[in-house]
């Protein structure tokens, strides 16, 4: 059940975000995503790591324990209450051979609460395993029906099928209860017909046997925010402009330290501080935070590097009433 006091700072979120609008902001983050390293073992269509360029542009990083401890310090004195943690930004958290240290080293300091992206091809039984006790952990994956097509967009070859075993092996075992799984449909990455994704859809909510009551399987839509899929801009229609709420509601931490300006800021082409080095005060409310709010309310978000072509407040489903609730819900875990 949440509490007034939960309820009290999304409240003041929402007065910052939509109502005043304001770039100078009275509230904190309530969403806290931290990198755990930016390899990944995947090469996804859709992602800067299809680039072999990309760690030319980005150096290898990973996030050891005494680093993440002092970025939790800093988030907890700047006056950050939330207890989700979402492990998301660029690369996959398991190819950090510490990430158990680092999810110990989060409980720690009181969140306990962990909802982020993985593949699933590293989330073997044993892994799950040696994750720590005392907190709960939800994993998002995109993943389809289509084993063809799922290992040319996303997966190496017989990627698939270890995927699925991984994730049929969570959900069968009663004893991880504490263990759940959020399924995104990424047909739509290269598929239109309506007809054929309901098809696709269909086929992986009949994937799995669920028995525990402890996955759930959405469509994905995807949008222009790393640069690399321009042919979804054109799909929309830019004729309402939604003020994008990511700025007023998220802490995006880079392994390196960095805060970047969105969840899918995987180049960290807008930086606006280090924890390293800065307070979060510092950098929340600093002139570079600042500015690229300013720019988004005054509907110029090419004017900030990261937003510049990312079609994302032109969707109106995004911003649906539905959305927002399933948003609430599952990602930012209000009632959690």
């Given at each position: 059940m949440v509490s007034f006091a939960k309820l009290n700072r999304y409240a003041r979120i929402f007065y910052d975000w939509q109502i005043r609008k304001n770039i100078n902001l009275s509230s904190l983050p309530e969403e806290v995503s931290i990198e755990a390293t930016n390899v990944c073992n995947f090469r996804c269509e859709f992602c800067p790591q299809s680039d072999p360029m990309h760690h030319e542009i980005v150096p290898r990083t990973y996030l050891s324990p005494e680093n993440a401890?002092?970025?939790?310090?800093r988030l907890r004195s700047g006056?950050?209450?939330?207890?989700?943690l979402h492990w998301t930004l660029d690369g996959e958290p398991f190819m950090n051979r510490q990430f158990n240290e680092l999810c110990a080293t989060a409980i720690e300091h009181?969140?306990?609460?962990?909802y982020f992206a993985t593949n699933g091809m590293l989330l073997t039984p044993e892994s799950i395993q040696k994750l720590p006790k005392g907190a709960t952990y939800t994993f998002?994956?995109?993943?389809?029906a289509d084993p063809g097509f799922f290992e040319e967009v996303r997966g190496t070859r017989g990627?698939?099928?270890r995927v699925r075993e991984n994730i049929q092996e969570v959900l069968s075992d009663g004893k991880l209860q504490g263990f759940r799984f959020e399924i995104q449909d990424m047909s739509t990455f290269k598929i239109s017909d309506q007809e054929e994704i309901n098809i696709r859809f269909r086929n992986l909510q009949n994937l799995f046997s669920d028995k525990y009551g402890r996955l759930k399987?959405?469509?994905?839509?995807?949008?222009?925010?790393?640069?690399?899929?321009?042919?979804?801009?054109?799909?929309?229609?830019?004729?309402?402009?939604?003020?994008?709420p990511y700025p007023w509601t998220l802490l995006n931490v880079a392994s390196n330290g960095d805060v970047v300006a969105c969840c899918r800021d995987l180049r960290r082409q807008t930086v606006l501080g280090n924890l390293f080095v800065q307070t979060l005060p510092e950098i929340w409310n600093g002139a570079a935070f600042q500015q690229l709010r300013r720019n988004l309310v005054d509907r110029h978000p090419e004017r900030s590097a990261v937003c510049n072509g990312c079609d994302l407040p032109y969707d109106d489903a995004k911003f649906?009433?539905?959305?927002?609730?399933?948003?609430?819900?599952?990602?930012?875990?209000?009632?959690?």
């Open positions: 401890k002092e970025i939790f310090r006056g950050i209450l939330t207890r989700t009181g969140f306990d609460n962990m998002t994956i995109d993943y389809c990627s698939w099928s399987i959405f469509r994905k839509t995807f949008h222009n925010a790393t640069g690399l899929v321009e042919k979804f801009v054109n799909m929309r229609k830019k004729n309402k402009y939604h003020l994008c649906s009433v539905r959305n927002l609730v399933r948003t609430a819900v599952g990602r930012l875990q209000v009632f959690h």
